[in-house]
């Protein structure tokens, strides 16, 4: 394990970590809410993970030039648009920010119940990518343009699957974050927490969320889209869904089960990739018995 200094000089920096290494001490988890300012946040470059030109490419895909579909909740299927229904969703999901090859970046993730009322569940490559562990990462629940009404929650351990940590396997591309207590409380004291859930099979209906920050959307509020998802055909053993959602909403969760009367449901996955060649189309790693290792692993930290 290798432990993880915040250096207040150097303000983009990259380390290294181990799974599960991330460990951040009182007064460096601290400084990361400082340094996280409004316009900082606004000005983060949403996340793209490029696996290998022509092949795999997560959220990097043809930019539609028209406006994000407004489409109210209860329209399904819904390719992309704001989240306009309220219910725990709102505060459960977030922003996560955090520094990676010297520059700030984004991604989404989602608080969901645990032992320690502490764990957030996003994207592998949203806490280690191109072999470096993010760093400053902090998770901003029911993120507002820049505001974050619920506080930043600072990460004091980063995990991600086995796969995802030796070799980037799209497959696993899972990751988690438990984050440290912020005015005495913990996490989901406050946001409230989703289900999650494994094994749970393919082809069923699917509620995406994220705060997708590459063109057409700006990160600034939380997207949906809703359909009956399908298992990937071609190069992973993924879930798929039609969606707009752009880079930045990796690590937003997906549910099955989702009530829009109440916001909730049981996350099965999260936002990952898309095929360059194909899109308005989203792919979710399956949450099989990898996925609920390293979520064990999490909740018990």
Same mark, same amino acid.
């Given at each position: 394990m290798r432990r993880h200094r915040t250096v207040a000089a150097v303000l983009l920096s990259v380390g290294a970590l181990l799974t599960g290494a991330l460990t951040a001490t009182t007064a460096?988890?601290?400084?990361?809410?400082?340094? +996280? %300012? /409004?316009?900082?946040m606004r000005s983060a470059v949403p996340l793209d993970l490029e696996v290998t030109p022509g092949a795999l490419t997560a959220l990097k895909r043809v930019a539609d030039s028209s406006t994000p579909t407004t489409i109210a909740p209860t329209a399904f299927p819904q390719p992309g648009?704001?989240?306009?229904?309220?219910g725990a969703v709102v505060k459960t999901s977030g922003r996560v920010f955090f520094t990676f090859q010297g520059r700030t970046a984004s991604c989404s993730g989602n608080a969901v119940t645990s032992q320690n009322q502490s764990t957030v569940i996003t994207a592998g490559h949203c806490v280690k990518y191109q072999g470096a562990w993010h760093t400053n990462w902090v998770f901003v629940p029911a993120y507002d343009n820049g505001n974050a009404p619920y506080g930043q +929650? %600072? /990460?004091?351990k980063t995990l991600t699957t086995?796969?995802?940590?030796?070799?980037?396997d799209i497959n696993y591309d899972v990751g988690a974050a438990v984050v440290a207590p912020l005015n005495g409380r913990t996490l989901t004291s406050v946001t409230g927490a989703q289900g999650i859930q494994f094994?749970?099979?393919y082809n069923k209906p699917m509620y995406a969320f994220g705060f997708p920050a590459a063109s057409p959307y700006d990160g600034s509020k939380l997207i949906h889209c809703a359909g009956n998802s399908s298992k990937d055909f071609l190069l992973s053993q993924d879930h798929s869904l039609g969606c707009n959602m752009t880079g930045g909403s990796s690590g937003g969760p997906w549910f099955s089960g989702f009530s829009e009367a109440t916001g909730t449901g049981l996350q099965v996955s999260v936002n990952s990739f898309g095929y360059t060649f194909l899109p308005n189309r989203m792919f979710g790693p399956y949450f099989g018995?990898?996925?609920k290792a390293l979520y064990d692993r999490a909740q018990a930290s």
């Open positions: 460096q988890a601290a400084e990361q809410p400082a340094f +996280w %300012t /409004a316009e900082r648009g704001p989240w306009t229904g309220g +929650w %600072t /990460a004091t086995p796969q995802w940590e030796a070799s980037e094994n749970g099979g018995n990898d996925a």
